[in-house]
């Protein structure tokens, strides 16, 4: 068969057999061929500073020696086994030993598993069947997930919109929706409903931060009315801080879920919590009726493992998270002092460790203010970074370690072309 070579072939195949084009992921208008360190390239050649870095977990980079090598130590040891293994067995330890509400892990392989069983295990655990989350959070692709996320239509709180089709009328009416950043708006639901399990919660919703004290106010919350605090961690895990969210800001929810970088570009995720709420996956303990079911093919994966306990070995180093605050922060200033000196209004919204730009001069608290007030600026800004090298998602960027002088100059040349291209509009 004739090899194809160029990305516009590459992309007619995929629209012959994938629904859109793609894997419904990201652009499916680019084919990536592959990525070495900080850059990636496509099917055509052409080179990118990656700033998307596989949606997060390939914090140190593409093809990491230390990383490699584990994973390469372990291949011929075997791939998976379904049962239990020594690695899988000693990333579950690193991370209880990393995070301060895990006694216990379960592993899964995906972060909206981690998200779904977490949801299911404080129903479990609390006997309760509702749960509040925050319009725009994103908690994986489950029915209570699809709630909320990226509503078209903004109807009054706590009333729930699925963002897909085949979620039925009763997943909506077992969830909860509030604005994030507003504790009086969470308090009023939790004194009006007593039948909530739990609050789910990004500690970082999407780039949005939380307002000073916002976390602990959830955390004070959920001890007053009896209701478990979930930390969605998938992104924030091993990235804002060694011990996630929970050690960066002071705060220890109920429940968290872990992935992206505890796989170390592999598929692996895991949910943990103490061992009194953790005991509902060990039906010796609690009995038939209580007990939650979870089991996957790849969950534990030893391959997945290695790469995980590498990649947290390496962050775990004196200097590993100032050097990624240093990067990030970098990022954030040549591109906001670029926008101040061209007069364009902008906000720079998240951490040093993971952020982006709404072109806005309003404040960004929750999923309706956290906009751009002309779409179209960002849609020309991000086209521009694109065509001059820099690979990014529309609404994320995400600093790594990998990132050299050599690619914040880059970066910063690309910068300027976008604000031309804004300027030419």
């Known amino acids: 068969m004739q090899k194809l070579t160029s990305q516009s072939e590459w992309i007619a195949r995929a629209q012959a057999v994938l629904p859109a084009g793609g894997f419904g992921n990201f652009d499916p208008g680019i084919i990536i061929s592959h990525g070495e360190g900080s850059r990636v390239w496509d099917e055509d050649g052409n080179e990118y500073v990656d700033y998307l870095i596989g949606s997060g977990p390939m914090l140190l ?4 020696p230390e990383v490699m090598e584990a994973v390469l130590e372990q291949l011929p040891r075997g791939m998976t086994f379904f049962a239990n293994n020594a690695k899988g067995v000693e990333l579950a330890e690193a991370i209880v030993e990393a995070v301060p509400c895990c006694e216990q892990v379960r592993f899964v392989a995906s972060g909206g598993e981690a998200d779904m069983y977490a949801i299911r295990l404080a129903r479990a655990y609390t006997g309760r069947s509702k749960i509040l989350k925050f319009e725009g959070g994103y908690h994986g692709m489950s029915a209570e997930a699809q709630m909320s996320l990226a509503p078209a239509a903004r109807v009054n709180f706590p009333q729930a919109v699925p963002d897909s089709a085949g979620i039925p009328q009763g997943v909506a009416d077992e969830m909860l929706i509030a604005p994030y950043n507003d504790l009086a708006a969470v308090e009023a639901l939790l004194n009006e409903h007593n039948d909530i399990a739990a609050i789910i919660a990004e500690p970082l919703q999407r780039i949005i931060p939380a307002a000073p004290g916002y976390l602990q106010g959830l955390r004070d ?16 895990g091993f990235r804002v801080a060694y011990g996630g969210a929970q050690e960066r800001y002071g705060v220890t929810p109920d429940i968290c879920t872990l992935g992206k970088i505890i796989g170390g570009g592999f598929p692996l995720a895991a949910l943990g919590a103490s061992v009194e709420i953790m005991k509902h996956f060990d039906k010796a303990v609690v009995g038939g009726d209580k007990w939650l079911m979870q089991l996957g093919t790849l969950s534990g994966n030893p391959v997945a493992s290695v790469a995980g306990l590498k990649t947290m070995e390496v962050l775990k180093r004196d200097g590993a998270y100032d050097q990624l605050r240093v990067i990030g922060k970098r990022l954030q200033t040549m591109q906001s002092d670029a926008f101040n000196k061209a007069g364009i209004a902008h906000q720079i919204c998240g951490d040093e460790t993971l952020f982006d730009i709404y072109f806005t001069d309003r404040a960004c608290l929750d ?9 179209g600026v960002n849609e020309t800004y ?13 609404a994320k960027l995400y600093p790594s370690l990998a990132i050299t002088e050599a690619d914040l100059a880059l970066t910063e040349a690309a910068v300027h072309k976008g604000i031309e291209a804004i300027n030419a509009l």
């Open 221 to 236: 919350l959920c001890d007053k009315y009896h209701v478990l605090l979930i930390f969605d961690e998938i992104v924030t």
């Open 382 to 394: 991000n086209a521009a970074l694109r065509d001059h090298g820099i690979f990014k998602a529309p």
């Open 367 to 375: 999923y309706r203010t956290a906009s751009h007030d002309s779409p």
């Open 61 to 64: 980079g593409h093809g990491h």
